[in-house]
Structure formats: C-alpha cells, structure tokens
C-alpha cells in the first residue's frame, strides 16, 4: 500500500485512491496465494520448480496475480471516473 502511495504521482490516480487500490490489491494477492496453495496441496505438489532452493517456482507467483490482476483491471475500468 505504501509502494502504491508512493507512486502515486507517476499514475492518474490520487494518493488516497492509490492507497485503497494498493490495499485492495495486496489482499487480493494474498488470497490467490492461499487458493493456489491449497489446490497445490489437494494435488500433493508441494515445490513447482527445483531451480532455486526454497523458492516454490513459478505456480507461486502466478498464484497472487490470479486474483490481483483480474480485480485491479475491474477497479480501473468500471470504478475509476479519472
């Protein structure tokens, strides 16, 4: 959210819409990161990639974006009157 705030200047958006878009984002994020980890779990993967040691790889990543893409484009698009 701070990240979001301090870039504000840089984007269309304010400051306070950038920090409730940065919040919603970042919870976002960290739901898709629970969802993808627990259809890991359900198929029994527990590490994606082996290329870096104690990093989940590639299935990781992509878990927060599923959620956070999706809403940031829905806020921007039909929320936003800039």
Same mark, same amino acid.
């Given at each position: 959210m701070l990240?979001? #705030?301090?870039m504000s200047p840089i984007t269309p958006f304010s400051p306070v819409q950038a920090a409730l878009i940065g919040l919603v984002i970042c919870l976002?994020?960290?739901?898709?990161?629970?969802v993808m980890s627990a259809i890991k779990?359900?198929?029994? #993967?527990?590490?994606?990639? *082996?290329?870096i040691q104690g990093h989940g790889g590639m299935l990781d990543r992509a878990?927060? #974006?599923?959620?956070?893409?999706?809403?940031?484009?829905?806020i921007v698009r039909y929320?936003? *009157?800039?």
């Open positions: 990240v979001a #705030v301090l976002m994020g960290f739901f898709g990161g629970l779990r359900d198929y029994g #993967v527990k590490d994606w990639s *082996n290329m878990g927060s #974006v599923c959620f956070a893409e999706p809403v940031f484009f829905h929320f936003w *009157n800039g």
